[in-house]
């Protein structure tokens, strides 16, 4: 099935690096994409393909795949990073795509 | 820019049919590099894809909710809509419409993501 799994709560020190992952088997066959949320807000897409970032997302978000695991590693994170973080990824195995996102990880910094 | 708008009823009957639609603009529904999703987040809780269309009508629904899902698409209007039938309390959530950009970079590379959503709308399932 496709299911992606994320460590549900993390913290990282202001100013500090934080990688969360996400594993999944649809991950062996493609990237994943980043999304973060800000309570009330709807999702902003801020990491796709192998590393891209879209325009006004910091530098300082960066994605990796390493076999059936996508990395968000934040270097130097910023009290405005404290959200909520999904994964999610492709599951091409129909003719139709189908989408599964990942069950989110909470960030805080201290 | 593309801005997408979900709408519809706020309040729906346990065992009736929730029906939303997200108007699109800014950009054409016809792109052929676009899939048209519906996403829900319970409250507290995580995203949840339901499924996607595309501008031709072509379907793929989350295997959990398939039975009680139906996707349709109006070129004319620039809108894609969702059907949930028979919902329970447990349907309650903040529906999100988003386009997805899914491309073919290379044979075997996918370029996957959604790059537009809407401000979300909460809908309650109650009597």
């Known amino acids: 099935s496709s299911e992606l799994t994320q460590d549900p709560a993390v913290s990282v020190a202001l100013g500090q690096t934080v990688r969360i992952t996400c594993q999944g088997d649809?991950?062996?066959?493609?990237?994943a994409s980043w999304y973060q949320q800000k309570p009330g807000q709807a999702p902003v897409l801020v990491i796709y393909g192998k590393n891209n970032r879209p325009s006004g997302i910091p530098d300082r978000f960066s994605g990796s795949r390493s076999g059936n695991t996508a990395f968000l590693t934040i270097t130097g994170a910023q009290a405005e990073d404290e959200a909520d973080y999904y994964c999610d990824s492709r599951d091409s195995s129909g003719n139709h795509p189908l989408y599964v996102f990942g069950t989110g990880t909470k960030v805080t910094v201290l | 820019q593309m801005q997408m708008q979900e709408s519809g009823p706020g309040v729906v009957k346990p065992s009736e049919t929730l029906s939303l639609t997200c108007t699109v603009s800014g950009g054409s529904i016809r792109s052929g590099s676009y899939y048209w999703g519906w996403i829900r987040q319970p409250p507290g809780k995580g995203l949840e894809s339901i499924g996607s269309i595309s501008y031709s009508g072509s379907t793929s629904y989350n295997p959990s909710l398939k039975s009680r899902v139906s996707m349709s698409v109006d070129t004319s209007k620039n809108q894609f809509s969702l059907k949930l039938s028979a919902v329970t309390a447990a349907d309650t959530a903040v529906y999100y419409c988003a386009g997805r950009l899914d491309i073919v970079v290379v044979p075997g590379s996918v370029l996957s993501y959604f790059n537009y959503w809407g401000q979300g709308t909460l809908v309650t399932v109650s009597s």
């Open positions: 649809s991950l062996r066959g493609s990237s």
